[in-house]
């Protein structure tokens, strides 16, 4: 597949590198984390950020904080364990990729508990030495496993969504969903990667996405490095290139898609959907099933996250481009209603309205936290 090879989180060798997405365009830089202070930082900073890739950094993230923590029996050590666990859930609100990673990391931890039994894994005859080394390796193999599954579901949801396009179309994205925002290939990127590949010649519309530009920094920058045909606008642009005729189809990420298939996305997500609505236009969210949150009702319930003011008027510069201290609100993501999504794009498959039931039917077997 035609597609950028780099990776936003790694963990070999016993390092953990997470790639510094502010610096980019400009700068491809590594930063290694040592602590969960520093973790906890990327994450907020959005060194690292787009929900997948959150969640594997808080895969590996937990496990990097953990593994050398000093206790002295199973019960002393959960205990620990948890106040990380709490501890980076505080990064950011809105994407559920967080909190379903880590309590995928607890689930993981909970198999070594002396009191099951029945538990292939468990045992009581075990020193905690013993034990405890155990813990280590389920630990980083489920933080890799998280990275790996989001791996390949990006890659089936490149196929289905392609399934939805056609050579030529002319396509406009918000914000950033591709390589760097996931394991790998990106959600709603992976698509027009591997339409790249296979000639299909789409024309790619990248809206700016302020207020911190991951569209212009980070998709215009992926999209470009392999090729595929990408114009930059602003986000009030958006409008006047559906009205031209220029966009035959809108595919966007997703943070945390309610149980109703209301889906929170970047600031701006849902003004794009509605004007898709007006002029036509098919609107594809993708949404690996990491990011539905069925425990969620609707998208009133999404907690939105609101960061500084300070991001709308001075980004990461010094120079302010508004009067200092002017008073702001700086939402990071909005919510667009389930009646404005035409299709959502899964590693399972693509689901269609009513989302209530297309998404209660692909969770029927299976509980989350
Ligand atoms: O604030 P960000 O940059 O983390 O927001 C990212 C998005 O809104 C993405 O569209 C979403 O996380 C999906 S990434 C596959």
Redesign the pocket.
């Known amino acids: 597949m035609e597609i950028l090879n780099i990776s936003p989180v790694t963990f070999t060798d016993g390092r953990m590198l997470i790639l510094d997405q502010t610096l980019l365009p400009g700068e491809t830089v590594y930063q290694e984390l040592f602590t969960k202070e520093d973790v906890w930082d990327a994450i907020y900073k ?1 060194k690292v ?6 969640g594997v950094a808080a895969g590996y993230g937990l496990y990097l904080s953990v593994k050398d923590i000093a206790a002295d029996s199973y019960e002393d050590y959960y205990k620990k364990f948890m106040d990380v666990k709490n501890y980076l859930a505080s990064s950011r609100p809105t ?1 559920v990729n967080l909190f379903w990673a880590l309590d995928r990391m607890e689930s993981a931890l909970q198999k070594f508990d002396p009191k099951l039994k029945k538990t292939e894994e468990a045992s009581e005859c075990k020193s905690w030495e013993q034990l405890f080394a155990e813990i280590r390796e389920g630990l980083f193999l489920e933080a890799e496993k998280i990275r790996l599954e989001d791996e390949a579901s990006c890659r089936t949801m490149g196929e289905y969504g392609l399934s939805l396009l056609k050579p030529g179309m002319g396509i406009l994205t918000h ?3 591709g390589t760097i ?2 394991a790998k290939y ?3 990127l992976a698509p027009l990667y591997i339409g790249q590949e296979r000639g299909y010649d789409f024309k790619v519309f990248a809206d700016e996405t302020r207020p ?1 530009l ?1 569209g212009a920094r980070l998709t215009a920058w992926e999209l470009s490095q392999v090729g595929i045909d990408t114009t930059l606008i602003c986000d009030n642009m958006a409008s006047i290139v559906m009205k031209n005729g220029w966009v035959d189809a809108i595919v ?4 945390r898609m309610a149980a109703n298939g209301d889906g929170a ?2 600031i701006g997500t849902s003004g794009v959907a509605i004007l898709a609505k007006e002029y036509g236009i098919p609107f594809y969210m ?1 949404v690996p099933t990491s990011t539905i949150d069925i425990n969620t009702k609707t998208g009133k319930d999404i907690h939105i996250e609101l960061r500084e003011g300070e991001e709308i008027y001075k980004m990461w510069y010094a120079k302010s481009m508004a009067p200092e201290g002017i008073k702001t609100y700086n939402p ?2 909005d919510v667009t209603d389930a009646k404005y999504i035409t299709a959502v794009i899964t590693e399972k498959g693509i689901l269609y309205p009513p989302y209530e039931e297309s998404i209660a039917k692909l969770f029927e077997n299976e509980t989350r936290k």
């Open positions: 959005l950020r787009g929900a997948p890739a959150i994407a914000c950033n969903a925002a996931t990106g959600t709603c911190l991951q966007v990420g997703c943070d996305n970047k993708f990071a993501f």
